[in-house]
């Protein structure tokens, strides 16, 4: 044992920084900086995408599901309701891109509340970072998703012969509404996604919520053909107001009246459950 070994009691290769490299190395000048609100949630939006490289099977709700529905209701009712599945295609395509994203949005919940079982929450929450950060990522990152369906659908439509007057812009102002409402409708699924015990559970639930608002409404038939306490109904749906406000977009016109109740909609939505969320999420 070499002479230092044997004065200092450690062997030579130890290294022990002194006082003043540790006061140099943790002075808080030196610390980066807390991230802001937007770029954590942009962050936690990016890992969202990341969980979808690495398991490319989450992207079949958004591409094989879709083609499934509109190929299946395109000619189950087109001959039915419409003199060729063709002609009902223009008024259904709309309507069919609408309940596909809008039943998606479960999956946020869905996702929730597996990283809240798997304890990757609790762990995100011991970051220094805004706290809502990891929700509202959550929710950037599905933003993608509902593009996708929404993309995947008109390019469907399109082979089959939907042909949407409005344009280009007319459908990318369209899509922009539904975007803008499914945004707020996951907030419905974030809350549920916390307040209940499995993933079984918020799909249960979120089934139970989402049949009656997308099949009780104008999305296959015209709602003057229904009985009159139905129509009641169907004229609160707030998927109505959207499918409406979709419809007039891609067909190159506006609906200022269904274009206001789905903004209040949105609004309300974000307001009710994003905030029962942040409450619920704080306290857990």
Do not use: C
């Not at 946020?108 to 929700?135: C, H, M, Q, S």
């Not at 933003?143 to 344009?167: Q, S, T």
């Not at 007039?248 to 206001?260: I, K, L, P, Q, V």
């Amino acid at each position: 044992m070499s002479d230092t070994a044997t004065t200092t009691g450690r062997p030579p290769s130890v290294y022990v920084p002194s006082a003043e490299a540790l006061a140099t190395v943790l002075a808080p000048g030196e610390r980066p900086p807390r991230p802001g609100a937007l770029a954590a949630s942009l962050t936690f939006g990016w890992r969202a995408m990341l969980k979808i490289k690495h398991v490319p099977e989450q992207l079949f709700d958004v591409t094989a599901f879709p083609i499934i529905m509109v190929l299946m209701f395109t000619y189950l009712f087109g001959g039915a309701l419409a003199d060729s599945p063709r002609d009902y295609l223009q008024f259904f395509l709309p309507g069919i891109m609408v309940t596909s994203v809008v039943m998606i949005t479960m999956y946020t919940g869905v996702g929730l509340n597996n990283d809240i079982e798997k304890g990757v929450f609790d762990r995100i929450r011991t970051l220094p970072v805004w706290r809502p950060a990891a929700l509202v990522g959550m929710i950037f990152g599905d933003v993608l998703r509902y593009v996708l369906a929404a993309v995947v659908i008109l390019g469907v439509g399109l082979a089959l012969g939907f042909r949407p007057a409005g344009g280009p812009v007319g459908v990318v102002a369209g899509i922009g509404l539904l975007v803008i409402f499914s945004f707020a409708f996951s907030w419905v699924w974030t809350f549920f996604g916390l307040v209940l015990r499995s993933e079984k559970s918020v799909m249960g639930v979120s089934m139970m919520v989402l049949f009656p608002l997308t099949f009780l409404s104008n999305v296959f038939v015209d709602p003057a053909t229904m009985p009159g306490w139905l129509q009641a109904f169907v004229k609160a749906n707030p998927v109505t107001h959207l499918v409406a406000a979709v419809r007039a977009a891609m067909a190159g016109s506006s609906d200022a009246t269904n274009t206001m109740w789905l903004l209040l909609w949105s609004a309300g939505f974000v307001a009710v459950f994003g905030t029962l969320t942040m409450y619920r999420y704080n306290r857990r």
